[in-house]
């Protein structure tokens, strides 16, 4: 398959998995229980929702491609031998989702394994159920949002920009993370937290944000989002403020190396 059929590919499992997560919400709207459960703290949900959903993708993605890799949120983890995986978030925003917001959705990507073992994106997909948008992008073609061509707002200034951001579950590390934005507030318009990075990721690429930074994702958080953004002319790298937790900065070509030197400054954030 071309990067183009397997980002087609990629939009069509993740819709697949965003139907599921309908009918769940559906249920959960109507009383029905999800069994929810905690993950890395106690307000770090996961679902039944967001397992049907990653069983959804996985199987979907078997069908078309039994040979290639598997890597998602949930706990799929199968290695191919074709080169290639697919990383997925099933259900990207679960607070969100049980919440009844509107930002959450779900995120596909593929990447191909180089010859030094790192992987690279070369097809996308974020779909928002809610709305129906359908965020995708495959390498060299340009991203779009239902077929609209994506662009990132560019040239911006860091005094103009408005900023996307998101925390982490573990309380001391929200704490700091806290510091970083007040330091941040003072040198941009202003600061969004939507709740999903996949979905923070996508608002750069269509320009309904400047830039988006966050250090504690995984990479079934950004994996989609990342290609997605980089296809729509940002430039996309990864942050580091603090041993054990990264994460990503995205923006337009003039904005990127003001937000990156102002994020990884770490004077920004309190010792401890």
Request: hydrophobic share 40%; net charge negative; charged share 20%.
């Amino acid at each position: 398959m071309t990067p183009a059929q397997l980002a087609e590919l990629a939009a069509s499992v993740a819709h697949v998995a965003g139907d599921v997560l309908l009918y769940h919400q559906r249920r959960l709207r109507s009383g029905a229980d999800l069994s929810v459960a905690t993950k890395t703290s106690a307000t770090d949900p996961v679902s039944m929702a967001d397992q049907e959903s990653e069983q959804a993708l996985v199987h979907a993605i078997e069908a078309a491609r039994p040979d290639d890799g598997i890597l998602g949120e949930e706990g799929a983890d199968r290695t191919g031998t074709t080169g290639l995986r697919w990383v997925v978030d099933p259900l990207d925003g679960t607070v969100n989702y049980l919440y009844g917001h509107i930002g959450w959705g779900v995120s596909v990507a593929v990447e191909e394994q180089a010859a030094d073992g790192s992987w690279t994106g070369i097809a996308a997909a974020v779909f928002e159920p809610t709305t129906g948008i359908m965020h995708s992008a495959h390498r060299g073609g340009g991203a779009t949002a239902n077929g609209r061509p994506l662009h990132v707002n560019d040239p911006v200034e860091l005094p103009m920009a408005l900023v996307s951001t998101g925390f982490s579950y573990d309380r001391d590390h929200r704490r700091r993370q806290a510091a970083l934005v007040s330091h941040v507030l003072g040198h941009v318009r202003d600061v969004r937290r939507v709740g999903s990075a996949a979905l923070d990721l996508c608002r750069v690429a269509a320009g309904e944000v400047d830039a988006y930074f966050e250090d504690s994702t995984q990479r079934w958080d950004w994996a989609a989002g990342a290609l997605i953004a980089q296809e729509a002319g940002a430039i996309v790298t990864s942050l580091t403020t603090m041993p054990g937790h990264s994460g990503v900065v995205a923006a337009g070509p003039s904005l990127h190396p003001q937000l990156e030197a102002l994020v990884g400054d770490p004077a920004a954030l309190p010792a401890g």
